[in-house]
């Protein structure tokens, strides 16, 4: 029995972080139409605190957009939760540090005051009727005990899903595999898995993320992103072929893959 999985698509969001990369809002609307038509559970449409859309540019989307339902990413910051609301998208996808390094290093702040903010960020969203998902940044270097606490809390806040983030791309497929499998025993969330491509495994620790249970797996075309770049939509599909089902006819990819070139001119 062929597993179902469903497809983030971030191609929007995390892929416009490719360096020589820049998409005009009507870019974006047209990829979006491609994405949903190719049957993609969800797209991140940007980020609205940066303002380098209109929030009209998020309307439009949902306007447009039949299937894919659409999220946008806001930083763990109350003024950042309430930006994104602005822009009424279906789900509001929350970052989150767990790791010490980005915790006390990054931030200069502690444990009790990441889960004290974010359970504020999540009750503002939740109370605002849209749906919440919140993202594990750094999850491959996180302290395990407190990554566990704060998704035991944050389902209790009514959160039903969590994105396990390889932000730093260092997983391996037996790591990434574990951490999926450790949650899982702990919470009854879904998982989604985020993939950096750093040491060339992005691919390898989704497949082994969606083998040891996580539901969602994040993509983008071509596997454009941040530094190296992200898990590739097309060659997940096709390495996953006979294992899992994720909705998406792998075939039309290559159609939605040759807009994107022709809208970037470094691909």
Known sequence: MIEKKRI???T????????GIALTERDKIELAIMLDELGVYEIEAGIPIMQT???????EIKKVCK??????????????????????????HIGAPVSYVQIYGKLNK???WVQKVLAECIDIAIAGGIEVTVGFEDASRSDEGFMINTAIMIERLGVKTVRVADTVGVLTPHRAAELVKKLHAQVDLNIEFHAHNDLGMAIANSIASAKAGAQYIDCTLLGIGERSGNCD?????????????CGIDKRKVEAVENALKKKCINI
């Open 12 to 19: 929007l969001r995390d892929g416009e972080q490719s360096a």
């Open 233 to 245: 939509l097309s060659k997940f599909l096709y390495a996953t072929e006979r294992l899992f089902d």
């Open 67 to 92: 299937f894919s339902k659409i999220s946008v990413w806001s930083r763990m910051n109350p003024v950042d939760v309430k930006q994104a609301m602005l822009c009424k998208p279906d789900i509001i």
């Open 53 to 59: 859309e209109s929030k009209d540019y998020i309307t």
């Open 8 to 10: 983030v698509d971030t």
């Open 110 to 112: 502690n444990k009790t």
